[in-house]
């Protein structure tokens, strides 16, 4: 069974940094991109940054090139992180990871992220 679980989340002023982590099961990890997305109050859900297998190629949204970094340990380890610095109120939102595999989307459970300003 696919699972994904999330952590890392909390309460954060601005200009703070938080680490999420995505820990994955079920499947064979090494061969599947992981992606984060996150959902603010009111807001469809939007992704933000997603890492392939192998060189783990990255992808950024533009809203948070330059101050969120993913990564991937492939190790026994199985876990994708988020790092999030210069984080921003707008930044507020539960963040998911998120796998594509075959026709099927899979989600972890979120982890909420409040950044005060």
């Known amino acids: 069974e696919v699972q994904l679980v999330e952590s890392g989340g909390g309460l954060v002023q601005a200009g703070g940094s938080l680490r999420l982590s995505c820990a994955a099961s079920g499947f064979t990890f090494d061969d599947y991109a992981i992606g984060w997305f996150r959902q603010a109050p009111g807001k469809e859900r939007e992704g933000v940054s997603c890492i392939s297998t192998g060189e783990g190629e990255t992808y950024y949204a533009d809203s948070v090139k330059g101050r969120f970094t993913i990564s991937r340990d492939n190790n026994a380890k199985n876990t994708v992180y988020l790092q999030m610095n210069s984080l921003k109120s707008e930044d507020t939102a539960v963040y998911y990871c998120?796998?594509?595999?075959?026709?099927?989307?899979?989600w972890g459970q979120g982890t909420q992220v409040t950044v005060s300003s």
């Open positions: 998120n796998l594509k595999r075959y026709v099927y989307d899979y």
